[in-house]
């Protein structure tokens, strides 16, 4: 069977999303047999999913595997596969939807993958509990969305001090409470990771607005900021098991 994959992310106007997303398609397509990889957005910025369903359907595929890139469950997602799914009845290609990228034990690596580069990078020796840890995310009013961040720093409790999570928008605790919650923690370094898939205007400027104003006003001494998600193989690897789940029961 011929198969194709479509990525579809929320969107974006900056730059490097689409970078971002070129090089996990490159990535996939080395490590599968897919007839080609490409990549769609739900809002924001064109190609949109009709864009992208239309570009898929000129190739010469038997089968299309249909990705919500998305870090939590909840109206976007349910949004994009509606939207996919518009096009099945015009189309014998046969549609397949995965699970988005939450509640998985990867993304909870790919974490621990950014807390360890950023201690190596900036020299701090101390192990790991003796560091605290704050994942600022960005926020929603699905409890879907916030199980998915509260599974992250449930399964990293036990490796660190004190793992504690914020948002950046829409939901509480926002990111000046979190700051206060780790101060009142005393942390010898603060380790604070950027869950969000894109280098995109939250990533550069909103959460800045925020963070850096809330760590001045704090007396915490020694905190660091992780990469956001990014192009980690580890994502590249989790999108193909997520296929492959949705690929082998049909």
């Known amino acids: 069977m011929k198969r ?7 969107g974006s106007r900056e730059r490097e999303a689409s970078e971002e997303l070129d090089i ?12 080609f990889t490409d990549f769609c957005f739900l809002e924001v910025e064109p190609p949109y999913i009709e864009d992208g369903i239309s570009k898929c359907l000129k190739e010469d595929i038997d089968s299309l595997t249909i990705v919500p890139y998305f870090l939590y469950p909840g109206k976007k997602v349910k949004n994009a596969v509606t939207d996919v799914m518009k096009f099945q009845k015009d189309t014998k290609v046969k549609f397949v939807v995965t699970k988005q990228m939450s509640m998985h034990k990867t993304m909870v690596d790919v974490v621990e993958n950014r807390i360890s580069a950023t201690l190596k990078e900036n020299n ?18 699905d409890p ?4 998915s961040l509260d599974y992250i720093v449930n399964e990293l409790k036990d490796s660190y001090r004190n793992v504690s999570r914020c948002w950046l928008e829409i939901e509480q605790p926002d990111i000046f409470e979190g700051i206060k919650k780790c101060e009142k923690d005393n942390p010898k370094v603060l380790i604070i990771v950027f869950y969000f898939l894109h280098e995109g205007a939250h990533v550069k400027t909103d959460i800045n607005n925020d963070l850096i104003p ?4 704090s007396s915490i001494k020694n905190s660091y900021i992780t990469k956001h998600i990014g192009t980690d193989q580890k994502m590249i690897d989790l999108i193909i098991e997520r296929a492959k789940e949705v690929e082998n029961a049909n």
């Open 24 to 35: 996990i398609c490159q990535g996939i397509k080395a490590k599968s047999d897919y007839v």
């Open 214 to 217: 809330a760590l001045e006003k």
């Open 144 to 147: 879907n969305a916030q199980r």
């Open 4 to 10: 194709g994959l479509l990525l579809i992310d929320r």
């Open 124 to 141: 701090i020796t101390l192990i790991n509990n003796e560091i605290d840890v704050m994942i600022i995310g960005h926020g929603s009013k």
